[in-house]
């Protein structure tokens, strides 16, 4: 079992976390959870250094990154062990909570900024996360001779935004893969997807009063 410490005696990060992810209709072992617990914790150590989220308080924390990224399950139906690329990843998210929520899944994390990739390959190894890795550049700058079979099923990005990836996707997307956006709202200018086409977008609710948030799926347009 993972020992878990939380920054805060008075937040019990658990508490809220197994709360929020029961309303997306997700339950974990106490194993996984100790893996989340840790993983929060070192989120929270290293945020007081190097301002890895721009968050300031714990549930900030445990619902816009480690809640909201769960919601990630939604746009991968039953590709439990599709291979993904999170990209502008940050401290991880959505990629590694939902690693672990999601163990057959191949990650790659892609973050340019070697303050935050040194957390990401510090938690990785505490975490012991397999099949997961960290790619420390931007995706314009990524090498785009890639072989279609060795790119990814699904790009996800969360707080990014999404026209300064549009042009790229196929540097790291297959070509009957899927770009999930995290959103606060429906796309609602189609002519700006460069190739790409809504697929579908789904709606879900953040608990705690954080309101509605949208997952928009695009696809290759044919």
């Not at 197994?18 to 893996?35: C, H, I, N, T, W």
Request: glycine residues 8%; contains cysteine; aromatic residues 10%.
């Amino acid at each position: 079992m993972f020992h878990v410490e939380q920054s805060d005696q008075s937040f019990n990060f658990l508490e809220h976390f197994k709360y929020g992810a029961q309303k997306l209709g997700l339950s974990f072992s106490d194993e996984v959870l100790g893996r989340f617990g840790l993983y929060y914790d070192e989120l929270c150590r290293w945020d007081r250094s190097i301002n890895l989220t721009g968050l300031r308080t714990d549930m900030d924390r445990t619902v816009l990154l480690f809640v909201d990224s769960l919601a990630g399950h939604l746009a991968l139906g039953n590709k439990l062990d599709a291979r993904i690329v999170d990209i502008g990843t940050g401290g991880g998210f959505p990629g590694i909570p939902l690693k672990l929520s999601l163990p057959a899944l191949d990650v790659m994390l892609m973050e340019p900024r070697s303050n935050k990739t040194a957390f990401l390959h510090n938690v990785i190894g505490k975490l012991e996360l397999p099949k997961t890795s960290v790619l420390q550049v931007r995706l314009e700058d990524f090498d785009s001779t890639v072989l279609d079979d060795e790119k990814c099923d699904f790009a996800l990005c969360k707080g990014v935004n999404v026209d300064h990836i549009l042009p790229n996707m196929d540097r790291i997307l297959k070509k009957n893969g899927k770009l999930v956006v995290f959103r606060s709202k429906n796309i609602d200018n189609h002519s700006r997807l460069n190739g790409m086409e809504v697929f579908v977008e789904l709606s879900y609710e953040l608990p705690f009063g954080y309101g509605n948030r949208v997952l928009s799926v695009l696809k290759y347009a044919p």
